[in-house]
């Protein structure tokens, strides 16, 4: 088994919340607020025919995350789940994924709604939502 794996942000991901107390739970919840990512130069090519798909899955490092947890309570419950149930920052390698709307893409910004993300979030990947699958 490997003991390290390391990941370097391939751009950052800019949103109007500053703060995660104004962050909806889910991005659908607020569809109507816009952001975007920012891909380092090196990378603008991958983003070629991204803009035929409806979604896309961002892949992210919860950054402002300071710990790990094994259990955790969610927002809207009581009673505490195992971390791989839910979907908290503070899980043990702090990677989160949403799902947004493409709206578009302009050189090596890519512009959505339906975010759930904290602003300066740095970006590990992004992957083409294909609701079929």
Do not use: C, W
């Not at 390290?4 to 800019?14: A, D």
């Not at 195992?82 to 503070?90: D, K, L, M």
Request: aromatic share 12%; net charge negative.
């Amino acid at each position: 088994m490997m003991n390290e794996i390391i990941m370097h942000p391939i751009g950052m991901i800019h949103t109007p919340y500053k703060e995660s107390k104004d962050i909806p739970i889910q991005g659908r919840f607020k569809d109507y607020v816009e952001a975007y990512l920012e891909l380092k130069p090196e990378y603008i090519e991958g983003l070629t025919d991204l803009d035929e798909f409806s979604h896309a899955i961002l892949i992210y490092y919860f950054h402002e995350s300071t710990r790990e947890d094994i259990k955790g309570k969610p927002y809207l419950e009581e009673e505490n789940h195992g971390i791989f149930a839910i979907r908290s920052p503070h899980r043990p390698n702090h990677i989160g994924f949403s799902i947004v709307k493409i709206k578009k893409i302009i050189e090596n910004k890519l512009y959505f709604t339906e975010v759930d993300i904290i602003d300066g979030t740095p970006l590990l990947d992004i992957k083409p939502y294909i609701n079929h699958f």
